[in-house]
């Protein structure tokens, strides 16, 4: 740096060169304050919109990810340097393609995984692409630990991706993939020294007293019913009522109703094994055998029954079809269904007759749509019930049979 005096007589013999130059500098120093403001608040909405939400694995995985991936695009670099012979801008453009096809496989992968659960063909590529790049790198090395780390490298990198991703599929799933059969936790619980449940110290004492009384009270009945001697019998009873004397102590059995009901639950259980031998459970998605007795014949209808269908008020109306157009006839008709629709939902089977003079049809045409209509499983279901309780046929003269329904109509004895 020149001294002071040099830069005094350059700004004395060129004042306005310094000038400009100081200009210059001034405009460069606000540029700079911009463009660092402008970076600072870019960086600022990356770190809010990508990182912030971000747990501190994920952020971390992902720049491993990208520290492993940048030591494999190097790798790459010197391939296509001494390998394929590649130099100047043909080198930096074509070197790390491998490299963008992995990026570009794992973010496919990502997107299958919010999509389909599951990460596809992208993932095994992702695999595949990283293995060709470990060994085309390591290819060039010139020792065998160079060779060794520029193999770890990529493999890193995809099982730091492999393991965001098993992140994300749990928080999509809400499931592991695998669950292990050997953890700590079950080898504990299996030499007894943890619960699986979380029962409490006091909990877990009162529940294996209370065993031990019921497993003491089924030995000396067994023995005293299995005539043993006199020597083990009375044994037996003195363990019985010593481990009902702790239980009494130490569990409250006394004056705990529900440990009361836990004790002779597990007594009852204990005193009827022998029973499970004869038990034949039906399993839950077998059907119930019913007693399913064909409809009989039904028979002619009673003399007042068929006195009243002789009396029917057919002969009020008209039993002629009637001559509608089509507009006319499908309003009529749409009209119709709502009633029989709500007589339906009511439990009443309407009449031909009742049908005729809430629409104002024909008898002809009210029989002909309830034809078809009571065909229809709710209604035919009607039918059968007012047949099968009472014995009424169905003529389209009678409403079905309801209990509460004050149009009950039954056979005469």
Not at 43 to 56: D, E, T
Not at 166 to 193: C, K, Q, S
Not at 397 to 413: G, H, I, M
């Amino acid at each position: 740096m020149p001294p002071f005096e040099e830069i005094a007589k350059f700004v004395a013999e060129k004042p306005v060169v310094t000038a400009i130059f100081c200009v210059l500098g001034l405009i460069g120093l606000a540029l700079a304050f911009v463009l660092i403001k402008i970076a600072w608040r870019a960086g600022a909405w990356l770190f809010n919109r990508y990182i912030s939400p971000r747990p501190v694995e994920d952020v971390l995985t992902v720049v491993a990810a990208c520290i492993a991936t940048g030591v494999s695009a190097q790798g790459m670099w010197r391939f296509s340097g001494d390998v394929l012979g590649l130099d100047g801008p043909l080198r930096l453009l074509l070197f790390a393609f491998i490299e963008v096809a992995i990026i570009t496989s794992a973010v496919r992968a990502r997107r299958n995984m919010r999509e389909n659960y599951s990460a596809g063909i992208d993932g095994i590529a992702v695999w595949a692409l990283t293995c060709l790049t470990a060994i085309l790198s390591s290819m060039d090395a010139r020792s065998l630990p160079e060779a060794i780390f520029r193999l770890a490298a990529p493999l890193v990198a995809a099982w730091l991706w492999e393991r965001g991703m098993a992140i994300e599929r749990h928080r999509i799933r809400g499931t592991g993939r695998i669950n292990w059969r050997l953890t700590p936790e079950r080898l504990l619980v299996r030499v007894g020294l943890a619960e699986v449940s979380d029962r409490t110290a006091s909990e877990v004492d009162a529940h294996r007293r209370l065993t031990r009384v019921a497993l003491a009270a089924k030995r000396a009945k067994a023995l005293r019913e299995g005539g043993a001697s006199e020597r083990k019998v009375r044994a037996a009873l003195s363990r019985l009522d010593k481990a009902m004397d702790q239980a009494v102590e130490h569990t409250g059995l006394a004056v705990d109703p529900q440990r009361q009901e836990a004790l002779l639950a597990q007594i009852a259980a204990l005193y009827n094994t022998s029973k499970l031998v004869d038990a034949d459970p039906r399993v839950p998605w077998e059907p119930e055998e019913k007693d399913h007795q064909p409809v009989p014949a039904r028979p002619a209808l009673p003399p007042v029954l068929a006195e009243l269908v002789d009396e029917e008020d057919d002969d009020v109306f008209d039993t002629t079809p009637q001559v509608l157009d089509t507009a006319e006839r499908a309003r009529l008709m749409r009209a119709a269904r709502s009633y029989w629709d709500r007589q339906i939902a009511k439990r009443i089977v309407p009449r031909t007759v009742d049908i005729a003079q809430e629409v104002g049809i024909s008898v002809g045409t009210a029989r002909e749509w309830r034809a078809l209509w009571k065909l229809e499983p709710q209604a035919h279901a009607l039918i059968e019930a007012l047949y099968q309780e009472h014995g009424i046929v169905d003529t389209g003269s009678f409403p079905a049979v309801q209990d509460d329904d004050e149009r009950v109509l039954t056979k005469t004895p």
